[in-house]
């Protein structure tokens, strides 16, 4: 029995650890709550204790998702409260928390939008957080406003801001505003292209180009840069949806136009989502080598390289050859961690390398020795092997 238990354990284990996740608000709840109104954002509260279990797989395997990360810190003002501490009793008198985890989102008025109680697999909780918006679609309100002919700036940016936040098409809205040409100042306009421009297939992407100084002055180089890849990204998720390839190579163009810096990467980038999607691993793995070569040998590289690559292992030789070389390059970097380690050994005894899997556990042993971390879960899956016959 044991044995089953650390099976489903150590198999239950990422590939690779996750980048960047959600941002938790360090302030207090009034300080939140003055947060959302300033930023029009409700607020996502993690009510947990430190002894629950399935609040530890929250914070351990879906917080730091790099998607649920980039649409939470997008749309909420982030919390958590620990239940069992004076910040979280005296919210919890307000908003009781029967069981762990539960989940609050609420608006800037302090209303409650959703209660959720229980852990949520990773797309649950990214689904969850959609539906969420959806239940806050304040666009009605906007939309009737705008076929009365109003045409107020900071009316109009905020019915933008609201199809925007609740995914609704804002394009024909934006494109109509500034084909009336509204008497606005250069800084309105910049202000409100930052807003409109969601594709890059769109005359509103070469506008927003058009003024990139005026718009950095109202952002800054960083925003502009990652507006313009966002944009992108999701042309060239319209052309794997649609099947239109001819849409990558114009969002590639687009790229280069906005960001020549930025473009050869993103050109690999974008064609090697495109091979994916349609499981394509010669496309994929033509441009992965081009993607190599110009990212170089580092741990984004490798993760990056590994994290496509799974896609296509389990059915390709070639692929499956390619992920082993990639992996023994990743666990070489300084940033490489426990999980990565632990996911190569799975690999590998998957595909019956016993004996190098074991070689990959010891040396993570050795290395949480040595930093001082914790080698508990080393110490487990080691013995998990010895058991394999």
Same mark, same amino acid.
Request: proline share 2%; net charge neutral.
């Given at each position: 029995?044991?044995?089953?238990?650390?099976?489903? !354990?150590?198999?239950?284990?990422?590939?690779?650890?996750?980048?960047?996740?959600?941002?938790?608000?360090?302030?207090? $709840?009034?300080?939140?709550?003055?947060?959302?109104?300033?930023?029009?954002? +409700?607020? !996502?509260?993690?009510?947990?204790?430190?002894?629950?279990?399935?609040?530890?797989?929250?914070?351990?395997?879906?917080?730091?998702?790099?998607?649920?990360?980039?649409?939470?810190?997008?749309?909420?003002?982030?919390?958590?409260?620990?239940?069992?501490?004076?910040?979280?009793?005296?919210?919890?008198?307000?908003?009781?928390?029967?069981?762990?985890?539960?989940?609050?989102?609420?608006?800037?008025?302090?209303?409650?939008?959703?209660?959720?109680?229980?852990?949520?697999?990773?797309?649950?909780?990214?689904?969850?957080?959609?539906?969420?918006?959806? +239940?806050?679609?304040?666009?009605?309100?906007?939309?009737?406003?705008?076929?009365?002919?109003?045409?107020?700036?900071?009316?109009?940016?905020?019915?933008?801001?609201?199809?925007?936040?609740?995914?609704?098409?804002?394009?024909?809205?934006?494109?109509?505003?500034?084909?009336?040409?509204?008497?606005?100042?250069?800084?309105?306009?910049?202000?409100?292209?930052?807003? %409109?421009?969601?594709?890059?297939?769109?005359?509103?992407?070469?506008?927003?180009?058009?003024?990139?100084?005026?718009?950095?002055?109202?952002?800054?180089?960083?925003? !502009?840069?990652?507006?313009?890849?966002?944009?992108?990204?999701?042309?060239?998720?319209?052309?794997?949806?649609?099947?239109?390839?001819?849409?990558? %190579?114009?969002?590639?163009?687009?790229?280069?136009?906005?960001?020549?810096?930025?473009?050869?990467? !993103?050109?690999?980038?974008?064609?090697?989502? &495109? %091979?994916?999607?349609?499981?394509?691993?010669?496309?994929?793995?033509?441009?992965?080598?081009?993607?190599?070569?110009?990212?170089?040998?580092? &741990?984004?590289?490798?993760?990056?390289?590994?994290?496509?690559?799974?896609?296509?292992?389990?059915?390709?030789?070639? %692929?499956?050859?390619?992920?082993?070389? $990639?992996?023994?390059?990743?666990?070489?970097?300084?940033?490489?961690?426990?999980?990565?380690?632990?996911?190569?050994?799975?690999?590998?005894?998957?595909?019956?390398?016993?004996?190098?899997?074991?070689?990959?556990?010891?040396?993570?042993?050795?290395?949480?020795?040595?930093?001082?971390?914790?080698?508990?879960?080393?110490?487990?899956?080691?013995?998990?092997?010895?058991?394999?016959?």
């Amino acid at each position: 029995m044991k044995l089953n238990l650390l099976f489903v !354990f150590f198999f239950g284990l990422p590939f690779l650890i996750q980048a960047q996740g959600i941002e938790f608000f360090k302030g207090t $709840w009034d300080e939140a709550l003055v947060k959302a109104k300033e930023e029009e954002k +409700m607020i !996502f509260i993690d009510c947990y204790t430190t002894w629950c279990g399935p609040c530890k797989m929250m914070t351990n395997k879906i917080f730091p998702v790099e998607e649920i990360g980039e649409f939470y810190n997008k749309h909420f003002i982030n919390m958590k409260l620990d239940m069992e501490k004076e910040a979280g009793m005296r919210f919890g008198k307000k908003y009781p928390v029967s069981a762990y985890p539960t989940m609050y989102f609420i608006n800037d008025k302090g209303d409650v939008v959703q209660k959720v109680v229980g852990a949520k697999r990773e797309n649950e909780f990214l689904q969850l957080g959609k539906t969420v918006l959806s +239940m806050d679609d304040r666009t009605e309100d906007y939309a009737v406003q705008w076929e009365e002919g109003k045409r107020d700036y900071e009316l109009v940016y905020k019915y933008l801001k609201e199809l925007n936040k609740v995914g609704k098409p804002s394009g024909k809205v934006a494109n109509t505003y500034l084909r009336e040409k509204p008497d606005i100042t250069k800084e309105q306009k910049a202000k409100f292209l930052l807003e %409109a421009t969601t594709e890059a297939d769109s005359k509103l992407f070469d506008q927003f180009v058009d003024m990139k100084k005026e718009i950095i002055a109202v952002s800054s180089k960083e925003v !502009f840069e990652e507006k313009i890849k966002s944009a992108c990204n999701k042309t060239i998720d319209k052309a794997i949806e649609y099947e239109y390839e001819d849409l990558v %190579a114009e969002s590639i163009e687009k790229m280069k136009k906005a960001n020549p810096s930025n473009a050869s990467i !993103f050109e690999y980038e974008a064609l090697m989502k &495109y %091979a994916k999607a349609f499981e394509d691993y010669e496309g994929w793995s033509k441009y992965a080598k081009k993607y190599f070569k110009k990212s170089g040998k580092k &741990y984004e590289t490798y993760a990056t390289l590994i994290s496509d690559v799974q896609g296509f292992y389990r059915k390709n030789e070639k %692929a499956k050859s390619d992920m082993f070389e $990639w992996y023994d390059e990743l666990i070489k970097c300084d940033e490489c961690s426990e999980d990565e380690f632990l996911s190569y050994a799975k690999v590998l005894m998957e595909n019956g390398q016993k004996e190098k899997a074991m070689t990959v556990a010891n040396t993570i042993l050795e290395k949480n020795k040595a930093s001082g971390k914790s080698t508990r879960k080393v110490e487990m899956y080691i013995k998990y092997l010895e058991r394999q016959s």
